[in-house]
């Protein structure tokens, strides 16, 4: 496809995929619990099942990503997608525990979607319009998850059962779509390359992003973990407000990624950019924390989710930039860490809203946006000096 210099038209497929990936994602989380429940599962068991999904993630989402440097996106896209469906109806046919956890973790270990969707956005344009192309399918994912929920929610009438299966064949709906998608990569310079060597090259070149993601992914898993709790507690949430704030925040990353994020980071560069999140982050949580009212947790929330996208973004533009050859085994790496912190996150927030205080999971949750903002000026002062050639990075207005 010939959109390099940002024909943002051609990006709408990419768009569309991860849009329905991730309905088929959210369509599941109102209705896990109860299924899993049927089938025996203990609160610790159903934790122990997203843990599943997270740990499979983190470890296969650098060797799908390395493997769409050699081979091609659409071949890895596809493989993911047939992944996910198998999936899908190994968790919808389970007749005990055991095949839940096995249909999880074969989706977790193929749902490298992202990974390779953000690879062939950064194929596809040019740095200076990356982080744009980027925010659009960060958009979709958005969307996709505040659409998702609300649909597993409306559709669990029809059974658990019935919902899952008809998941499936949302995600055989999105193969059909991927099969229609041009390869990316008319050249495969990484097929030489040791897989082992490659990922360590691309942890040396990026590990201060790839640190701060787990830093700023802890800091909102948190959140999202003990949300439900914090706002029952102080205000008297039920699951009806509860999913209302939710909903809030997913139409919020969705205006944020379409609208906001490329001006900012266009204005004041990615490094910048990234700076500014973690203030809006930090500032969020320590609302959280003080719990001054209903309204002002409200505004606490927008800041943080603002913080958490603004951040995001333009780090992850930033990793496809430094190698171009490994480029899905860096944006693997990144996915990995996301994964990381959605396993090590929620029990750190559980711990110390149980063990401490209802606030102290929202300090802590400030002080890894701290963590982040050192961690995004380590990085700028390590890369100034050497810059490689498909790099591009703007440090500031």
Do not use: C
């Not at 091609?72 to 389970?94: D, M």
């Not at 097929?191 to 800091?219: D, I, K, T, W, Y």
């Not at 906001?260 to 204005?267: D, E």
Request: charged share 10%; glycine share 12%.
């Amino acid at each position: 496809m010939k959109n390099r210099s940002g024909n943002f038209s051609a990006l709408f497929p990419l768009f569309f995929t991860a849009f329905i990936d991730f309905i088929g994602f959210g369509i599941i989380i109102p209705i896990a619990p109860y299924y899993a429940q049927k089938l025996g599962a203990s609160p610790f068991e159903f934790s122990m099942l997203l843990v599943a999904y997270s740990v499979s993630q983190l470890v296969m989402s650098p060797i799908l990503g390395s493997l769409s440097d050699r081979y091609g996106r659409k071949k890895i896209l596809i493989t993911g997608l047939l992944g996910e469906i198998a999936g899908y109806i190994i968790f919808a046919s389970a007749p005990s525990l055991v095949f839940l956890f096995l249909g999880r973790i074969i989706s977790g270990g193929t749902s490298a979607n992202l990974t390779v969707i953000y690879s062939m956005v950064s194929d596809r344009t040019d740095p200076e319009r990356r982080t744009k192309a980027i925010g659009i399918i960060g958009a979709a994912i958005g969307m996709g998850f505040v659409i998702g929920p609300a649909t597993g929610g409306i559709l669990s009438f029809l059974g658990f059962r019935t919902v899952i299966y008809l998941t499936s064949l949302l995600s055989l709906t999105n193969l059909l779509l991927v099969l229609r998608l041009r390869e990316s990569r008319s050249m495969f310079p990484a097929r030489g390359m040791n897989f082992l060597r490659e990922v360590s090259s691309a942890v040396r070149r990026g590990r201060s992003l790839f640190l701060g993601l787990v830093f700023v992914g802890m800091g909102f898993a948190i959140m999202q973990a003990t949300l439900a709790y914090y706002g029952e507690h102080l205000f008297g949430w039920a699951s009806l407000e509860v999913g209302i704030v939710l909903l809030i925040l997913g139409l919020e990353q969705a205006v944020f990624q379409f609208l906001l994020i490329p001006y900012i980071s266009k204005k004041a560069g990615e490094i910048r950019a990234s700076e500014f999140a973690m203030i809006f982050f930090s500032l969020g949580f320590l609302i959280l924390f003080a719990t001054p009212g209903e309204y002002f947790v409200l505004g606490g929330l927008t800041l943080l989710n603002f913080g958490y996208s603004l951040f995001q973004t333009p780090v992850i533009s930033i990793l496809s930039q430094r190698s171009s050859a490994a480029r899905g085994a860096t944006l693997g790496i990144s996915q990995s860490a996301t994964s990381l912190a959605n396993t090590v996150g929620p029990g750190i927030g559980g711990f110390l809203f149980g063990a401490v205080s209802i606030g102290s999971p929202y300090l802590v949750s400030a002080i890894f946006g701290i963590i982040a903002a050192l961690t995004i000026i380590v990085f700028k002062n390590s890369s100034t000096k050497k810059a490689r050639p498909d790099e591009n990075i703007r440090y500031s207005m």
